[in-house]
């Protein structure tokens, strides 16, 4: 058998041995005792009990938790116990975070490198005070927060079960960018259209969606093949990301069930990808079809991909440009000899990653409330949490103080679920297909306005509100979502105070 083979099989066979690397490379963890496993699977197993909050569930992120007054930079404080000798390390990653990056020759040449194709300046652009993107609101909005993933159908796939192979569209790559340096010009314009339709809920309430429509206008590297398929992407918000990286892929993987083998019409599956980093198969955890396993390889990629700035991890200097774009692959580019002609350090990347991995989760608002607790048991009675797992308790780990051993409340178990044709994008990714998505941790989704000034949701920022964005749920989700439109008016209230608590 293959390496590779054999590492995936270890991967998803089950839960792993708690000593083993082999799914977590990435992680300098202390395998757990015996008594530490069962005691953990007591204090993550579901409530029951209703009548009061939990212990620990105002700090969702564990002792990482920010305490501050939740306003509109709710989503830029460091973990609550950043180790000290992180805090240098974590004021530089702010600032790659939020550099504006030129285009070359430039004589900044700390900066200098930006695409030639691009879809914003700075990570921060794309994820203003590290939260929620949205769609555009008008023809003058830029919406750089947004944009197309494209791919066709083709190649060969890895030697990894359940792999869908696909190929970069031949002219525009896997991502359209819609800004572009001097002298060349942006690859489109996203154009959006949207046709309402009405939903009645059991009590008389009208609940209006609008399904969108996207076009990909003023192609200016001509036609797109005719198979290609479109995936539209908004920036998600970045809280505790660190925390997701550092829960243990057994304890990930426990909660899979290709086959719904307990008849809850949930069919949780992993999406497994090819590292990078460490040349093995490993679990996806982040973006939207969970297509990324570590907060480096996720960072490196973005800085590639939205931004057009080479890395160790991706070090393509000319950023998303294909072979058919020569002008654009013969453009200047800021690879410099002392950064190994790259265009940003290795060391740069690291410490632009240790600040994403160190954005705290806001405490939790409300927990006692009797409304709010109400509406977590109807959460929790209806069988959301089949899918938005409550809770989770993060390795042990050696050189991570912050994330390490912490109980945290992400509300996510991020798996691939199918979530029926209205959500569907039809794009397979990884072992992802058209109709799957990872479970997005609802941590923070109660500040999304506060923070962000909108109230968009789901991949797209198609949904108005959260009671828009549950009412869109289909496919596995589809009883929850019956249950919620079944609802009375104050339960269903209720439900929605719960989210907006978290």
């Known amino acids: 058998m293959k390496i590779a083979t054999l590492a995936f099989a270890i991967l998803c066979a089950g839960p792993l041995p708690a000593n083993s690397q082999n799914a977590d490379p990435h992680l300098n963890f202390v395998p757990r005792t015996e008594a530490e496993t069962t005691r953990i699977a007591a204090i993550i197993a579901p409530t029951a009990d209703f009548t009061q909050a939990e212990r620990f569930e105002r700090v969702a992120g564990g002792a990482t938790t920010s305490l501050e007054v939740p306003n509109a930079n709710a989503f830029i404080h ?8 992180h805090g240098m390390d974590f004021a530089i990653g702010t600032a790659f975070f939020e550099k504006l990056w030129v285009s070359s020759p430039s004589a900044t040449l700390a900066s200098n490198g930006l ?8 990570c921060a652009q794309c994820h203003p005070k590290m939260g929620r993107g949205h769609p555009p609101e008008g023809p003058d909005d830029n919406a750089v927060s947004m944009f197309l993933r494209v791919s066709i159908m083709g190649g060969e ?4 079960a359940e792999y869908l192979a696909t190929l970069p569209e031949p002219t525009y790559g896997r991502q359209l960018q819609d800004f572009a340096t001097v002298g060349h010009a942006a690859e489109y314009t996203l154009n959006i259209s949207y046709t309402e339709t009405e939903v009645i809920l059991a009590d008389g309430t009208v609940v209006s969606l609008r399904a969108p429509t996207y076009t990909a206008a003023n192609l200016a590297y001509g036609q797109l093949h005719t198979e290609t398929m479109f995936s539209p992407r908004v920036a998600p918000p970045m809280l505790g990301l660190g925390l997701l990286e550092a829960i243990p892929a057994a304890d990930i993987l426990a909660n899979i069930d290709p086959n ?3 008849g809850d019409g949930v069919s949780g599956r992993p999406n497994i990808l090819w590292s990078k980093e460490f040349n093995q198969p490993l679990l996806g955890r982040f973006s939207l079809k969970a297509n990324e396993p570590t907060i480096l390889q996720q960072t490196a990629a973005a800085f590639v991909g939205d931004l057009g700035i080479a890395t160790h991890i991706n070090p393509q200097t000319w950023g998303e440009c294909t072979e058919a774009q020569t002008e654009c692959r013969a453009a200047p580019h ?4 002392v950064y190994d002609g790259l265009e940003i350090t290795p060391e740069s990347l690291e410490m632009t990653a240790l600040f994403v991995r160190n954005i705290a989760v806001p ?4 927990v006692d409330a009797p409304q709010v607790l ?4 109807l959460f929790y009675e209806t069988g959301c949490i089949a899918c938005h797992t409550p809770k989770f308790v993060t390795h042990r780990l050696a050189d991570q103080p912050e994330q390490s051993f912490q109980l945290i409340w992400p509300y996510s178990d991020l798996l691939l679920h199918d979530m029926g044709d209205g959500l569907a994008d039809y794009r397979p990714d990884g072992r992802a297909t058209g109709w799957e998505w990872r479970t997005p941790p609802l941590w923070g989704i109660g500040l999304t306005e506060t923070v962000s000034g909108h109230t968009y949701f789901l991949h797209d920022g198609r949904a108005r509100n959260l009671l828009e964005a549950v009412i869109w749920h289909g496919g596995e989700a589809l009883s929850a979502r019956d249950a919620v439109v079944g609802m009375s008016s104050d339960d269903r209230t209720a439900l929605i105070a719960f989210l907006e608590s978290l």
């Open 157 to 160: 796939p890895p030697d990894i």
């Open 78 to 85: 460091p973990s609550r116990n950043l180790a000290d000798e």
């Open 260 to 262: 719904d083998a307990n």
């Open 374 to 377: 109400r509406g977590k048991q």
């Open 115 to 122: 695409g030639p194709l691009y879809n914003a300046r700075s």
């Open 334 to 337: 800021g690879g410099e000899a």
């Open 363 to 366: 405490a939790r608002r409300d």
